[in-house]
């Protein structure tokens, strides 16, 4: 089944702890990215990655790192959490296209809480 | 700064009711896609629109790219249950789709 995987689903966790969640997917997609969803602000776009050792800042990339090793692996790391990092993080993924959007294929979210 | 508003920001109808969100913008978009995502879920994409003046259908819902491509809007006819969930709209700011900005979303919920 086609799909992105992301692992913890919900994490707990105290400030300055360093963590990290992971991100699969198992479409050969070269394109990911990472989300953060709050109230009333939608969907953030953190980091996102076009290929294999190529990442990029989003809009909201303060605190957080990411590395693209593998094509299918995509992990977020905290360095160290803060409460404001409370949030809901999606990673997605999708194929490159040319022009138009490609479907973003989205995983489960980790709720992450940062006390 | 939203770069994308989206109205209204929660509405809630009887099932049977016809709908309308609405997804604005001052900057102009080289596409715009609808998600809609469901409690507990990642979004799951609904359309994608690229032309000015675009209307496409998908069963009960019709969507609408902008003459200017700045807005788009989702219309929803005899909403049923099921429709319920948070409605995102996504624009791509340039050809390429690295910079991504989603709106706040549109909370639906149809009551039986």
């Known amino acids: 089944e086609a799909q992105v995987t992301q692992n913890p689903r919900y994490l707990i966790t105290v400030t300055g702890k360093k963590l990290t969640v992971t991100c699969s997917q198992n479409?050969?997609?070269?394109?990911m990215s990472w989300y953060r969803q709050d109230p009333g602000l939608g969907l953030r776009q953190i980091y996102y990655?076009?290929?294999?050792?190529?990442?990029d800042k989003g809009d909201v990339p303060e605190g957080y790192k990411v590395s693209r090793k593998e094509k299918r692996n995509f992990p977020l790391i905290l360095e160290s959490p803060s409460p404001n990092q409370t949030s809901l993080y999606f990673c997605?993924?999708?194929?490159?296209?040319?022009?138009?959007?490609?479907?973003?294929?989205f995983g489960p979210g980790t709720r992450l809480l940062v006390l | 700064t939203q770069l994308l508003e989206q109205s209204p920001q929660f509405l809630s109808i009887q099932e049977g009711e016809n709908l309308t969100v609405y997804c604005n913008s001052s900057s102009v978009f080289s596409s715009l896609q609808w998600y809609r995502q469901e409690p507990g879920e990642g979004p799951v994409l609904l359309v994608t629109?690229?032309?000015?003046?675009e209307v496409k259908k998908l069963k009960r819902l019709t969507f609408q790219f902008g003459d200017a491509r700045k807005d788009s809007s989702l219309h929803i006819t005899a909403a049923q249950p099921g429709d319920t969930g948070l409605y995102l709209c996504a624009g791509a700011r340039e050809t390429s789709y690295d910079k991504v900005i989603f709106g706040p979303g549109t909370s639906l919920s149809v009551i039986p």
């Open positions: 990655s076009m290929n294999v050792e190529v990442t």
């Open positions: 479409m050969n997609h070269e394109y």
């Open positions: 629109v690229v032309t000015g003046g």
């Open positions: 997605a993924s999708s194929f490159l296209g040319s022009g138009s959007q490609e479907t973003q294929y």
